[in-house]
Structure formats: structure tokens, C-alpha cells
């Protein structure tokens, strides 16, 4: 039996850059009807909210869900909602710098499910059905690649409380 997770327990792992690049790949990696990308204008928000340079980020910010829109306003939520509510609720731009620019590669190994704690860049309304996202250091496992990953003996746990 694969050491798997249980749906319920929060895990995000350190692991090598092939295994991430076969989560990071899979098409099943962003659950939910739709998947997008942030746009440009709001990737260049996130810089500037967490203090970096201008144009920095150059990968595409990913993120899926059942809906697009901001059920009040109607903005399209992206990244720029998940950076802005991380930094209210409980994260410094250090470790948000650190995922969407380092060279540590992260994989979330929590059923996907709503993000917690999300909220409206433009309005504050909560957002309650964006299921994942996905960066060039950050993706999501489930199924058969959590499987593979759970028989890595090099994974690193990381404290859920340091990671998004
Ligand atoms: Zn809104």
C-alpha cells in the first residue's frame, strides 16, 4: 500500500526537479472545469506588492476551478488574489518570493479541494471554489503521482505553516 496522504491532512514536499516535472506536466494536475493563466497586468501587481522588480516572474501563474469569476464583482481570480490573501492572513513576501522565483521545487500533496482563506483582490469577497495553482516551482499531486511521490525516500516534508 502506497504511503499515500489522507484526503483531510494538509502535506507539501520538497522533491527533485523529474519528479516535479512529471506533476507538473500531468494534465490532471489542475483539478476543476476550468484552468487559465494569470494575466500579465496582475503578475506585474504581484511583483509589486511583494516588492520585487518589475517583470521578474516570467512563467505562467496557473489556476483552476469550477468558476472563473468573482461571484460579486466578476473579476477573473488568479494569482494576484492568492498572493494578496496569503500576505494578509499569514505569510511574509519572503516565502512568497521564494515559490514564485527560487529554485526549490514544491509539490502539494493535499487533495484538492477549495483554497482556504481566499479572498477577492478587487472586492473582498471570499472566494470559495478556486481549487488549485500552479507555478514553475509549485504544482499539486494526486492519484497515481502521489502514489510515486509518497515511495520517494528523498521528499522533504515541509510545515504547512512555512509553505502556501
Ligand atoms: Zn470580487
Not at 31 to 41: L, N
Request: proline residues 5%; negative net charge; contains cysteine.
Amino acid at each position: 500500500m502506497p504511503k499515500a496522504k489522507g484526503p483531510t491532512e494538509k502535506a507539501t514536499l520538497t522533491v527533485p526537479e523529474e519528479v516535479f516535472r512529471q506533476v507538473y506536466d500531468s494534465p490532471r494536475s489542475l483539478p476543476g472545469k476550468e484552468r487559465w493563466v494569470t494575466v500579465e497586468k496582475d503578475v506585474r501587481e504581484i511583483e509589486r506588492i511583494i516588492g520585487i522588480p518589475q517583470n521578474s516572474i516570467g512563467a505562467p501563474l496557473w489556476v483552476s476551478g469550477d468558476t472563473r469569476h468573482c461571484a460579486t464583482c466578476g473579476r477573473e481570480t488568479n494569482w494576484l488574489d492568492i498572493v494578496n490573501s496569503a500576505l494578509r492572513v499569514r505569510h511574509g513576501t519572503a516565502m512568497l518570493t521564494k515559490v514564485i522565483l527560487g529554485d526549490q521545487k514544491y509539490v502539494n500533496v493535499e487533495a484538492p479541494r477549495a483554497i482556504a482563506d481566499l479572498t477577492c483582490f478587487n472586492c473582498g469577497a471570499a472566494v470559495t471554489d478556486l481549487r488549485s495553482f500552479k507555478c514553475h516551482n509549485w504544482a499539486y499531486a494526486h492519484g497515481v503521482l502521489l502514489e510515486l511521490i509518497s515511495e520517494l525516500p528523498e521528499a522533504g516534508h515541509v510545515e504547512t505553516q512555512d509553505a502556501l
